[in-house]
């Protein structure tokens, strides 16, 4: 599969932004998918993942309450809807895919098969 992100921007803090990520193939409803982000100067980290069919999500500590990911199957997207945002939030954002048919704890632990082209999201003070 492959992934296409897209959405990033320069916002000032407490603003929104949604990030959008678009799979190829006809299949996108078999995988669990996930967003991470690498700050500058940092590893990269997961943000939030989401199961196949969107009824279960799973939120990094620090973005709860302010991040929400969700799919649509019938269009090969995933999003992250992302408010308040932070100057801490300012990071690289990639959209990331286990294997098919991998559980959504495959995209907590970090074990991706695909990654998405990252899309920048800068939040200024």
């Known amino acids: 599969v492959q992934l296409q992100a897209s959405g990033g921007g320069l916002v000032q803090a407490g603003g929104s932004l949604r990030l959008s990520c678009v799979a190829s193939?006809?299949?996108?409803?078999?995988?669990?998918m996930g967003w991470f982000r690498q700050p500058p100067g940092k590893e990269r980290e997961f943000v939030a993942a989401i199961s196949w069919s969107g009824g279960s999500t799973y939120y990094e500590e620090s973005v709860k309450g302010r991040f929400t990911i969700s799919r649509d199957n019938a269009k090969n997207t995933v999003y992250l809807e992302m408010n308040s945002l932070k100057p801490e939030d300012t990071a690289v954002y990639y959209c990331?895919?286990?294997?098919?048919?991998?559980?959504?704890?495959?995209?907590?632990?970090?074990?991706?098969?695909?990654w998405g082209r990252g899309t920048q999201v800068t939040v200024s003070s």
């Open positions: 990331a895919a286990p294997s098919e048919n991998d559980a959504i704890v495959h995209v907590i632990r970090g074990r991706i098969n695909y």
């Open positions: 193939g006809r299949t996108f409803s078999s995988y669990s």
